[in-house]
Structures are given as C-alpha cells and as structure tokens.
C-alpha cells in the first residue's frame, strides 16, 4: 500500500510468514549459541534475566508458538552475556 500526503511517499513493508519465521530462527539460534559458550543453562539465563522459570527462554529457543524474545528481553540476555545486542542479529 503507498499513500502520497504532500509529496512524501509513504509505503509499507510486506513480510512473508516464512521470512519473518527466519528472522526469528536466527536471532534463538545466536541467543542460543552465545548462552551456551557462556555455559549458561536456560533456568540460570531466565534468573538473571529476572524470570522464575524457563518458560520464555525454552520456549523462544523451541520456538513455541507466540513465545519471542522482546527487545527488552534481548537486552537483558546481552547484558548476562557480555554481548552487544547486534551479535543476536548476524
């Protein structure tokens, strides 16, 4: 869909269901790959992280339905890690 309002252009992005699930795939897979080198269990990141259980972590990195790493969980988890944010991302 574009829109012109004043000679600015307006237009929005589409996302296939398969991109988006690559997206996501990548980001648990780095997450994953940097809690394990740290040597961190997922119920050691969740208490650091602030949760009481693993539900969000197993559940992000099993990719369970709905269950996403937010930006504020994804700079909580770099933050235990010792990583810059942008490493969940390449």
């Known amino acids: ?3 012109n309002f004043d000679a600015i252009v307006f237009s929005s992005i ?3 269901d ?3 699930k690559s997206y996501y795939q990548k980001l648990i ?3 994953k790959k940097l809690r394990q080198e740290k ?3 997922q119920l050691e990141l969740s208490y650091l992280i ?3 259980s693993t539900s969000l972590i197993s559940g992000a990195e099993a ?3 709905k269950v996403k790493f937010s930006i504020e969980h994804l700079y909580k988890i770099a933050k235990v890690l ?3 944010v942008k490493e969940f991302f390449e």
Do not use: I, R
Request: charged residues 20%; contains cysteine.
């Open 18 to 20: 398969a991109e988006m």
């Open 82 to 84: 010792q990583v810059e």
């Open 39 to 41: 040597g961190l269990s």
């Open 29 to 31: 897979t780095n997450s």
């Open 63 to 65: 990719g369970y339905g």
């Open 14 to 16: 589409e996302c296939s």
């Open 50 to 52: 602030g949760f009481k």
């Open 1 to 3: 869909m574009t829109k």
